[in-house]
């Protein structure tokens, strides 16, 4: 193997090692945000009730003490099933009947929401905060008894309307409607009977207590906030949250940011989302605060206060997202060009108000201009092939034939590079062990043959953006979560099931958990077959004069076998699909170079034992 081959595979390994160290050490800067800057519904210094229980509220409904039962509106829809709790108006309870916990039969569908009482709650709430004159017990609040105003069960084109007279002349109505998909409509409106104007502001929020069960806390994907305040992601992790600036005025870790005309926010885990998204084109104010006392996380949408005449109805309506990310429904409600939206399985609803930046909810990183079309792409595909494990590797095939050209250039590169291997051979002998003229000579040679010896370095540094790429796809998109290829590879966002230690299930006893150590030993047959086509590829060239570069690069193969062997197994899919296109290219090119790799003559000589190298007499230089 001469140097050119050595310096690709050692740049492919540092390249690896150096972007995983960047993103431990160096995570994308959080913006940043003034602690004091005004909030839109606090006007008149009127914010949501302590629904989370906060330090001054020990009796919130919030708090640690079960929550009271509640009389239930059922939820059913094509794609969601649960309820809505008339105690307070909250939607606490929902499950997606699409997706389920495991890959296995019987498995129990995923539950988002909970309702407060239990462990995990997480819900939604909307109401009112009193201005003016109000107080607390005048507006509808967490234990506000609403009644059914009319309809029976929520599903699409079966809005409910609930109600609840304050007895001072108000009369507060929520009407809530639902989609076939995620999307939840909801409609505040009061009604002013009395004979004084009266003040006050529209609210949303959802709260969490404590951190989500299933939290992988893992550098790859976000988990926790989601925020698009005029175009402004801001993604905020449940642990900085609890260390955000303590609001003066509401005696809690908050972030309280102004949004002009259009936004939304709320919790993102790593399949699943729930959102606030207020009217569009309405100012309010996006907060996000954390109550340490009761371990709750809080995302508020609050709106600017309204005033009501009497004999005056006011209305304002905010929407709700909570089900799983999916590129073509989040797209959909971002309402992309109708085209493009097609092209790649999504429908358009024209009754659809625009969600801007919805599609970012998706956390797609850093490299999020190669992500998000080969997302794209790889949708396509599956949605053509119906696979997504040959949907990977036709997508493979795709991106090697866009980097073709360049590959090209490398690979004839690297040939005329063996083409040199004689002269310099002849050049080592020439000046032996001076070093700084071997190197004055080499570049003498490449200058006169016209041969770049970094062009073969090309083709490594763009497949090492899109092999990232593709691992944050397969590993954050919902669409690959229990996705399988064939036989036993039901899921290709986990691992490979099978195993050495049961011989890929011959034997009759179940493989090493994964992440355990002894997963790590016995691996299974595709991290194998990464391993042997890794191995063939290095076998195209001869191996190092140098016994020790000899051994690295022997070893290399199956060092990276192990290392990826914990992988998604789509992932490792798309490497041994990319290693075998490229073997094949390589191969092409150096024959058509007039040079004939003596694949199994290499094969060979890396199986004898190198005798040691000859160490040097200085007595005869003297």
Known sequence: MDDQNKNLILATALSFLVILVWFVLFPPPEPVVDPNAPVAAQVEGTAPPAVAGGEAAAAAPGSAEPAPESARLKVDTPRLVGSVALTGGRLDDLSLKDYRQTIEPGSDIVRLLRPMGGANAYYAMFGWAPGGALAQEDVPGPNTPWAVESGEVLAPGAPVVLVWDNGKGLTFRRKIAVDADYMFTVTQSVTNAGTETERMAPYGLVARHGVPPDLENFFISHEGTIQMADGILRETKYKDLKEEPVSPTEGVPMVSVDVAANGWLGFGDKYWMTTLIPQAGQPFAAVQKYFPARDVFQAEAR??????????????????????????????????????????????????VPVPGFIDAIDWGWFFFLTKPIFALLHWLHAVI????????????ILKALVLPLAYKSYVSMARMKELQPEMEALKERVGDDRQKMQMEMMKLYRDKKVNPAAGCLPILIQIPIFFSLYKVIFVTIELRHAPFFG???DLSMPDPTSVFNLFGLLPWAPPAHGSLLALIFIGILPILLGISMWLQQKLNPAPADPVQAQIFAWM??????????????????????????????????????????????????????????????????
């Open 488 to 490: 036993v590879f039901r």
């Open 557 to 622: 193969p199956w060092v990276f076998m192990f290392i990826l062997g914990g992988f998604a197994s789509g992932l490792v899919i798309y490497w041994i699909t990319n290693n075998i296109i490229t073997f094949v290219q390589q191969y092409a090119i150096m024959r058509s170079h007039g040079h004939k790799p003596d694949i199994f003559g290499n094969i060979k000589s890396g199986l004898k034992r190198r005798p040691p190298a000859p160490v040097a007499d200085k007595s005869k230089k003297k």
């Open 303 to 352: 709106m600017a206060p309204v005033s009501v005449a009497p004999g005056e109805t006011v209305q304002v309506e905010s929407r709700l997202f909570a089900g799983a990310k999916e590129w073509a429904t989040i797209r959909n409600y971002e309402n992309a060009p109708g085209f493009v939206a097609r092209l790649f399985g999504a429908t358009v609803d024209p009754a659809v």
């Open 386 to 397: 119906g696979n997504m494990g040959w949907a990977i590797i036709a997508l493979t095939f």
